[in-house]
């Protein structure tokens, strides 16, 4: 086998709440997170001698032009962490990524094609990893990888790193929409240690919800501590849509991450259809999708 495809689905937060500060300037973090249908198509190809690459190349071929093409990509990086840890130090390959989700938009696409790569590596080398020693792997790659490595509903903690699986959130359809804003996450992060956060999200609240399936439960507690720490031009900007969404039927609505996409959770296909189509009409990034367990 020289090819493989794999699919790389964004998250989204139910919950994101910073408890404090580590030691190494990374924050403690608490986030139930949910993988969704919305994705990147990860293409990985053994390069052979004679194909014009020297050994220990990864070149990534994109459709969006703007985003890196050498180790400085995130699936990069993560394929030259798989090799070394594999001991494969001479392998040559070529990442084609079809991106689908929003770049730098609070919802992991990096990360996820990055978790893609590790786990399409470990087929296309048939290396045997278990998903703890990928997940192990990605952690050198970023905070979010390790959970995209596992996906589905899980809660993170520590750095990003601490998993546990969830009870799947129950079927729903999510809307998730991207103001025309871009978001640093550094600055976020540094920002949130000089603010005084009005509110936290009922962690234990939403894993109870969870485990009695009770979607309606799950969306009253979806909360993120970074809706606080916008600048306030741009809180105007998340509580707009937050209003569209609801106001469109949403049981609930939250930013994901550091955004500034935010995204409404419904029950009902037609209403979460009918919505979608109404904020595309201003927000070119809207996108209709459903949990992915
Ligand atoms: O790990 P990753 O490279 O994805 O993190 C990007 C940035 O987000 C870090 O440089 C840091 O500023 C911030 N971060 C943090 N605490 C975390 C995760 C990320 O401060 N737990």
Redesign the pocket.
Known sequence: MNELVVQAPAKLNLTLD?LG??PN?????KMVMQSVTLADTVTLRRLEAGEGAASNTVQVRTNLTYLPSDGNNLAAKAAHAFFAYAGLEGAALEIQLKKRIPVCAGTAGG?SDAAAVLRGLNELYRTGFSREMLAKIGEQ?????PYCVLGGTALAE???EKLTPLYPLPDCWLVLCKPGFAVS??E???AIDNVRLRRHPDTDGMLAALEAGNLREVALRMYNVFEDVLPTGRQGVIQEIKGALLDGGALGACMSG?GPTVFGLFADREQAEATARRLKETYRDTFLTQNLQ
Do not use: A, I, N, W
Request: aromatic letters at 8%.
């Open positions: 910073v500060r580590q300037g990374y924050h403690e973090l990360s790659v970023g905070s979010d990888v520590g750095r990003g996450t550094p976020l992060f540094h550091t």
